[in-house]
């Protein structure tokens, strides 16, 4: 049992770098960067692209932001980008609380035979977090190369991936690796106490066990014990039902 502790450990804490990342990648402005393609360019300005804001970088070491300020005004891919990344920052969210109640290594509903199957709960949630990253940022990836080298396209500037999608990926591959072993791990201790309520042979983990066979020899010499204790006693039933009869006829 001490390995599948281990193992939901590290699922665990794979599934908070997921978190980590995705909450760090939602935020940052670096999904798209300005791309230059030929090197025979001059430009005093860096543009990048965020679900939120948009910024730019001059070389005088000026940085500016703006943030959207229309949600209607949005394109589509953008509006979708944004509720599936906040979908899979609540999720992971929800993932992280779940499985430090369910693991083993908590004191959190230690006497509920449901534990494992809330671990497993909190590593399916890390799992679809990760899909959710994992979908924005292949998205957010296609449209960026469909743009790049599109020769019929009007924009008169052209955007790269930025690290910001590098690090959704990243975060989405650490959520589905850590939610896989947490569930595989917490599967196995479902069912080791789910087999141990099944089994009354088994013993709980605050019950003292006493074999069957101690216990009917308790009551073997129980039984044993009382003719003895009626015999030095002196006085038997037999006897006083024989007094009461003699009496009774004279």
């Given at each position: 049992?001490?390995?599948?502790?281990?193992?939901?450990?590290?699922?665990?804490?794979?599934?908070?770098?997921?978190?980590?990342?995705?909450?760090?990648s939602?935020?940052?402005?670096?999904?798209?960067?300005?791309?230059?393609?030929?090197?025979n360019?001059?430009?005093?300005?860096?543009?990048?692209?965020?679900?939120?804001?948009?910024?730019?970088?001059?070389?005088?070491?000026?940085y500016?932001?703006?943030?959207?300020?229309?949600?209607?005004?949005?394109?589509?891919?953008?509006?979708?980008?944004?509720?599936?990344?906040?979908?899979?920052c609540?999720?992971?969210?929800l993932?992280?609380?779940?499985?430090?109640?369910?693991?083993?290594?908590?004191?959190?509903?230690?006497?509920?035979?449901?534990?494992?199957?809330?671990?497993?709960?909190?590593?399916?949630?890390?799992?679809?977090?990760?899909?959710?990253?994992?979908?924005?940022?292949?998205?957010?990836?296609?449209?960026?190369?469909?743009?790049?080298?599109?020769?019929?396209?009007?924009?008169?500037?052209?955007?790269?991936?930025?690290?910001?999608?590098?690090?959704?990926?990243?975060?989405?591959?650490?959520?589905?690796?850590?939610?896989?072993?947490?569930?595989?791990?917490?599967?196995?201790?479902?069912n080791?106490?789910?087999?141990?309520?099944?089994?009354?042979?088994?013993?709980g983990?605050?019950?003292?066990?006493?074999?069957?066979?101690?216990?009917?020899t308790?009551?073997?010499?129980?039984?044993?014990?009382?003719?003895?204790?009626?015999?030095?006693?002196?006085?038997?039933?037999?006897?006083?039902?024989?007094?009461?009869?003699?009496?009774?006829?004279?």
């Amino acid at each position: 049992m001490m390995g599948t502790m281990a193992q939901q450990l590290l699922g665990f804490f794979l599934g908070l770098l997921g978190l980590v990342g995705t909450l760090t990648s939602t935020v940052l402005p670096h999904w798209r960067q300005t791309a230059y393609f030929s090197t025979n360019f001059i430009t005093a300005s860096y543009y990048m692209k965020g679900l939120w804001m948009e910024c730019v970088s001059h070389t005088a070491g000026i940085y500016q932001c703006e943030f959207h300020r229309s949600m209607l005004s949005l394109p589509k891919d953008l509006l979708a980008a944004r509720i599936l990344m906040v979908l899979s920052c609540t999720t992971s969210i929800l993932a992280a609380i779940l499985s430090a109640v369910g693991m083993k290594c908590t004191r959190c509903a230690y006497q509920c035979h449901a534990k494992g199957s809330i671990a497993v709960s909190g590593g399916s949630c890390f799992i679809l977090a990760g899909l959710f990253c994992l979908i924005t940022t292949s998205w957010t990836t296609c449209d960026v190369i469909r743009d790049a080298y599109d020769p019929f396209s009007t924009s008169g500037m052209k955007y790269e991936i930025g690290l910001a999608v590098y690090i959704s990926f990243s975060s989405a591959i650490f959520s589905i690796c850590g939610g896989g072993m947490l569930c595989v791990a917490s599967w196995d201790v479902r069912n080791y106490l789910s087999h141990k309520v099944a089994d009354p042979q088994v013993p709980g983990p605050n019950k003292c066990h006493i074999p069957a066979y101690q216990a009917n020899t308790a009551f073997e010499s129980d039984h044993s014990s009382s003719p003895n204790f009626s015999s030095s006693s002196g006085y038997r039933l037999s006897d006083s039902i024989s007094e009461s009869s003699i009496k009774s006829k004279i």
